[in-house]
């Protein structure tokens, strides 16, 4: 019988060692390695993500993403002479036997790299870690809470860093799930954004990048599974109650359908264009912390005030209220009032419990003055 012809990596005369989940190429490792860094620095320099001299804030959690992109960054930083000035910035949510065992992982990571790591905690910055989040609120709405004060975290730990940039390790797969969920919810203005490879949120905050925009998440425990990467694999122990499961299994539905149905997602999503009369939030700082916001009170502040009233739900159970306070008056907002140039705290925390009881009054009069409504 005749010999069947010796398979031969797409790129070289090796043999291949794994097929690529995004192309379906059958590589050798050192090729899938070239092809995954070169993919990788084609999206930071076609995005222009970053600049020489700038200091970037790596946000790290110990994961596979976070991890491999440290690495990738700071391979690629010392082989195309980007000039940055790389840090590791994770926040702690509190939640036990899950983040502490990433956070270690993510030590070894800083030793491995050589990269200074910084950390933050929603104690510090809340007065609440996420298990107490969880036990007043329920795990309904638990993800609701940690994605808000967790994006505000990150950016107020690269504040401090005097970061430029702050980058993310949202994959392909992170990237056309948000996609998806933003269809679902029409939340028009998210959508607009959210496949961007550097987005600007203003105030005075870092922008963010996603150089792995890209980049599958098979593919990114395919080379940090080669390159013998340290990272900590457990999924979150709230993460099965998410929204976002929803889209995830749509997504993945679609890839194996059809491998390329994530880049299209993306492809798709940058190039939607909304007409130039559509209303968008107009972005405003928050009265209560600075924070950027589109409403006179940023949502971390609103979730603070249910938290340290004891209601944690309620106004997640009610969001037309949250809606009305865009067009109430000073002496009505919310969850506060606040003279127009008073001193802004610089961050909530500690102090927000000090001044709920306050509010709570304000709110119950608004409630009662335009709803009839009495607590």
């Given at each position: 019988p005749q010999r069947q012809p010796q398979r031969r990596c797409r790129f070289c005369e090796k043999k291949p060692q794994l097929r690529r989940p995004k192309t379906g190429h059958a590589v050798c490792r050192d090729c899938f390695?070239?092809?995954?860094?070169?993919?990788?620095?084609?999206?930071?320099v076609s995005s222009r993500m970053f600049s020489p001299g700038e200091r970037v804030a790596i946000g790290a959690s110990g994961g596979k993403d976070s991890t491999v992109l440290a690495y990738l960054l700071k391979t690629l930083n010392e082989r195309h002479n980007y000039g940055l000035d790389l840090r590791l910035l994770a926040i702690d949510e509190g939640i036990a036997g899950y983040r502490d065992d990433s956070l270690d992982a993510l030590r070894r990571t800083e030793v491995s790299l050589g990269l200074p790591l910084t950390i933050f905690t929603y104690r510090d910055l809340y007065g609440w870690t996420m298990d107490e989040v969880v036990r007043a609120a329920g795990r309904r709405s638990n993800c609701t809470f940690c994605g808000v004060f967790r994006r505000q975290a990150l950016d107020r730990g690269a504040g401090h860093l005097k970061a430029d940039k702050l980058a993310t390790g949202h994959n392909a797969d992170d990237v056309a799930e948000t996609v998806v969920m933003n269809?679902?919810?029409?939340?028009?203005?998210?959508?607009s954004r959210c496949a961007d490879g550097v987005t600007h949120t203003g105030g005075g905050l870092p922008a963010r990048c996603k150089p792995l925009k890209y980049a599958y998440e098979k593919e990114i425990v395919l080379y940090?599974?080669?390159?013998?990467?340290?990272?900590?694999?457990?999924?979150?122990?709230?993460?099965?109650?998410?929204?976002?499961?929803?889209?995830r299994?749509?997504?993945?539905?679609?890839?194996?359908?059809?491998?390329?149905?994530?880049?299209?997602?993306?492809?798709?999503?940058?190039?939607?264009?909304?007409?130039?009369?559509?209303?968008?939030?107009?972005?405003?700082?928050?009265?209560?912390?600075?924070?950027?916001?589109s409403q006179p009170v940023c949502k971390a502040c609103v979730l603070l005030d249910g938290l340290n009233s004891g209601n944690p739900g309620w106004l997640l159970a009610n969001p037309r209220l949250v809606r009305l306070s865009n067009s109430s008056s000073e002496c009505l907002l919310m969850l506060g009032v606040i003279a127009p140039n008073a001193a802004v705290a610089p961050a909530p925390g500690a102090a927000a419990r000090d001044r709920h009881a306050l509010r709570r009054r304000i709110l119950d009069d608004f409630l009662n003055l335009f709803f009839g409504i009495a607590f």
């Open positions: 390695f070239w092809a995954f860094e070169a993919e990788t620095h084609d999206t930071i269809l679902l919810r029409g939340d028009a203005a998210r959508l940090a599974y080669f390159k013998r990467l340290d990272y900590f694999a457990t999924e979150c122990l709230y993460a099965p109650a998410a929204y976002r499961g929803h889209a299994a749509l997504v993945k539905d679609l890839e194996r359908a059809r491998p390329a149905a994530l880049l299209h997602i993306i492809q798709a999503a940058e190039q939607i264009r909304f007409r130039t009369d559509a209303r968008m939030p107009e972005l405003d700082t928050c009265r209560l912390c600075g924070y950027v916001s």
